[in-house]
Nanobody
């Protein structure tokens, strides 16, 4: 089995910072793209940032220049450093990973349980 476990959410004031972490564990052969999505109440889940296995990042326009995604392949862990937070960043943030488990030659998509980020004005 494979699990994604997130940590680092919380409550912060406008302009503050938070760092999210997501560790993939279990029977993993290779982790490819890892990323973060978010879903605010009444809205669809949206991509925040993603990063390939070789470290190439991709960001939503709304977070460019404020958020930084990184990863540690040895730990199968992805991070999201969030700076200059705004109230509109308030959402549940979900970790996502596209990976190949050891028991299969296929790739599968996995999701974390979500972590709440609340930015107060």
């Amino acid at each position: 089995q494979v699990q994604l476990v997130e940590s680092g959410g919380g409550l912060v004031q406008t302009g503050g910072s938070l760092r999210l972490s997501c560790a993939a564990s279990g029977s993993i052969f290779r982790t490819d793209v890892m990323g973060w999505y978010r879903q605010a109440p009444g809205k669809r889940r949206e991509l925040v940032a993603a990063i390939t296995n070789d470290g190439s990042p991709n960001y939503a326009d709304s977070v460019k220049g404020r958020f930084t995604i990184s990863r540690d392949n040895a730990k199968n862990t992805v991070y999201l450093q969030m700076n200059s937070l705004k109230p509109e960043d308030t959402a549940v943030y979900y970790c996502n990973a596209n990976l190949r488990p050891r028991w299969s030659r296929a790739h599968y998509e996995y999701w974390g349980q979500g972590t709440q980020v609340t930015v107060s004005s």
